[in-house]
């Protein structure tokens, strides 16, 4: 790329307008003589209608009275500032007057090379100017440019962030950012079983370079709290993500926070953030989040502690989460606020609705004093979420189907049968919301023909733990040796009642328990079944076809 | 990983969760989880949050659990159960031998 400040070269083209003195000729024949000049003339008669070179400085020579008609000609040209010029006169008046609108004015007689060395001096000016317009332009663009560019990355934060749960009514937030981009990030997110996710991260520095380490983290908190992971899995997954994606001097300190649907049950994890405060409606501080680990990204997945803190949040308490741009915040009278001054001021106003003043006092500690980090105070009240279950989709019943599958030894022995039945099952929308139901019942159906039916095994084995186990492992040892038998399974669906039909039938001669239903014991075994007579209907035991049937409504 | 341990920051928690399936397949992984609760008496948690699928077999193992740790614990909660699970525990009364959550 060329240099802007490089010296102008010599060459310079004058444009004389002559008006046809002795002046103007003394001048020409200058200029004529001197070095790296390159001189046109126009009459002052044709000025400024003949077009004049782009680049060319114009010398105006007026000598004596010009006339006022040339006069307001030449004041009409000369601020056009895009052209230089130079005004020659031994007129003092008009030396006075044009010497103000020119760039540069002599009045002749000159001193010798005076008139040589000031031409030089407007070309290099001229050049210079070239070049400050050339940076202005190049700047605009740029501008231009950048202002794109943040209107587009703005637009995806916008959308990466639209699941941002920050209107949940017992949340409340004050998220100020020193530049457009945040380096904080304050996530929230419901949970399937009702539970809230908060987190609270800060990036090394501010502004757009920290603020797209938001995009990935974001990302995989939302589809996280979608699917309910644990705290500890969460914050894995983000440092796995973290860890790879950052540069070695950037990192992002966070805590991950989750409250249970009954809003008692908080846990945490805190990597490198101020610590959290637990506080009561009277603004007593009953309990620190501090800091047990590293921010995000700096160590590897097997150095990684993922281990979180539990505690039982009081009724009525709220938990303050913070960035240090908030306890760092500088007060117009170039004071840090402290974490003492935050404690205070959240003991003065403690309750939900105090939020505003908490904020109204921040504002005022801090003045006009500009941000030097961005600012993040999320204030979280511990009490049932209100959130609920995720809503199940819409009932729909669909066609009836029969399904029935001959499970042989070799089924048996490779396959898990009822997760396959399973799966296939799930498929149907309206089955879908009843799989672990389904399943259990499947299940001890199954097992019950498989294990009592087929294996022969003794269920009073499972009594005590050893024996729990010895029976597991003889299931496998015998399912193993299985040479002959079979199971049927067969489930029928009748939409119109919504009811499912389940027979399990088996071709072994071990003796089903199924006639004697148990009564609810703590023993392990005999459970199946009590758990079969409480959750279906119409279950009977048909012994001349070894077949247990029952019924679900959906 | 169908079954993660691990101890809270300060050695007070033990949390075993299982994911997908919990039934016998799990049976020595499940007894290794609790076998070494350390002499703190923690309290354990059992998190199901992402437990699909259970049957009797899994509510037997919970039973071996608790007899088998008796006073080396202070409590075993059970939490974060989906409302299906949740309702199989009902059944089989697990609310009077478990905190349930």
């Known amino acids: 790329m060329a240099n802007f400040y490089e010296p102008a070269t010599p060459s310079c083209h004058v444009t004389v307008i002559d008006d046809g003195s002795s002046i103007a000729r003394e001048v020409i024949a200058q200029l004529y003589s001197a070095k790296h000049c390159d001189v046109a003339t126009c009459s002052l008669a044709e000025f400024p209608n003949k077009p004049i070179r782009n680049n060319s400085i114009v010398c105006i020579v007026a000598a004596g009275d010009i006339g006022s008609d040339s006069l307001s000609r030449i004041r009409e040209f000369i601020p056009s500032k895009t052209i230089k010029s130079i005004v020659i006169t031994d007129n003092p008046i008009l030396f006075e007057r044009l010497g103000m609108l020119a760039s540069d004015a002599l009045l002749w007689p000159l001193a010798s090379g005076l008139l040589q060395q000031r031409l030089l001096y407007l070309q290099q000016l001229q050049v210079a100017q070239d070049q400050i317009d050339g940076l202005r332009q190049s700047l605009a663009w740029h501008k231009a440019r950048v202002d794109r560019e943040h209107q587009l990355v703005e637009h995806i934060f916008q959308n990466a962030l639209s699941r941002n749960y920050l209107e949940y009514a017992h949340v409340h937030t004050y998220l100020t950012p020193v530049s457009k981009f945040n380096g904080d990030l304050c996530l929230i997110a419901p949970g399937p079983l009702g539970n809230i996710y908060m987190l609270m991260a800060d990036f090394t520095g501010h502004g757009l370079a920290p603020a797209t380490g938001a995009l990935p983290l974001s990302q995989a908190f939302f589809a996280m709290s979608d699917r309910g992971v644990s705290v500890a899995e969460m914050v894995t997954e983000f440092n796995y993500r973290m860890s790879r994606l950052l540069p070695d001097d950037m990192f992002c300190a966070a805590i991950l926070l989750e409250l249970s649907a009954n809003g008692e049950r908080v846990t945490y994890w805190n990597g490198g953030m101020p610590a959290a405060l637990l506080f009561n409606e009277h603004g007593e501080i009953l309990k620190r989040l501090s800091p047990a680990h590293m921010a995000l990204g700096v160590v590897d997945d097997h150095e990684f502690d993922s281990r979180v803190a539990t505690f039982r949040a009081p009724r009525g308490s709220s938990i303050a989460l913070f960035t240090d741009g908030v306890t760092e915040l500088l007060g117009h009278q170039h004071k840090f606020l402290g974490s003492e001054a935050l404690e205070m001021l959240l003991s003065r106003y403690p309750r939900n609705e105090d939020f505003a003043s908490l904020v109204d006092e921040l504002e005022r500690f801090r003045g006009e004093t500009p941000l030097h980090d961005d600012l993040s105070l999320a204030i979280l009240s511990c009490q049932p979420t209100g959130l609920g279950e995720v809503k199940p989709e819409p009932e729909q019943f669909g066609l009836p189907f029969i399904f029935e599958s001959v499970l042989q030894p070799e089924h048996l022995m490779t396959i898990d049968p009822v997760a396959h039945i399973l799966s296939a099952l799930s498929q149907l929308p309206h089955l879908r919301r009843h799989r672990t139901t389904v399943y259990l019942f499947l299940a001890e159906a199954f097992n019950n023909a498989l294990e009592h039916g087929l294996l022969e095994l003794d269920s009073s084995m499972k009594q005590d733990p050893e024996g729990f186990a010895e029976y597991y492992r003889l299931r496998l040892e015998r399912l193993h040796g299985l040479q002959q038998g079979e199971i049927r399974i067969r489930v029928h669906f009748e939409p119109s009642s919504k009811q499912l039909t389940v027979s399990v039938t088996d071709s072994g001669k071990g003796t089903a328990d199924v006639a004697a239903l148990a009564k609810y014991t703590e023993k392990s075994h005999g459970r199946g079944l009590e758990l079969l007579r409480q959750m279906t209907t119409d279950l009977s035991w048909d012994a001349a076809t070894r077949t247990v049937s029952f019924k679900y409504l959906l | ?101």
């Open chain 2, 1 to 101: 990983m169908p079954l993660h341990r691990q101890f809270s920051n300060d050695g007070k928690e033990l949390i075993i969760a299982i994911k997908g399936k919990f039934d016998f397949g799990l049976v020595q992984e499940f007894r290794q989880a609790y076998s070494n609760v350390g002499d703190q008496q923690p309290t354990v948690f059992i998190d199901l949050r992402e437990t699909e699928y259970l049957d009797s077999s899994a509510l037997g193992m919970l039973l071996n659990m608790r007899k088998s740790l008796g006073k080396s614990v202070k409590s075993i909660h059970i939490i974060n159960c989906r409302p299906e699970v949740r309702s199989i525990l009902d059944i089989s009364r697990f609310d009077k031998l478990f905190v349930i959550e």
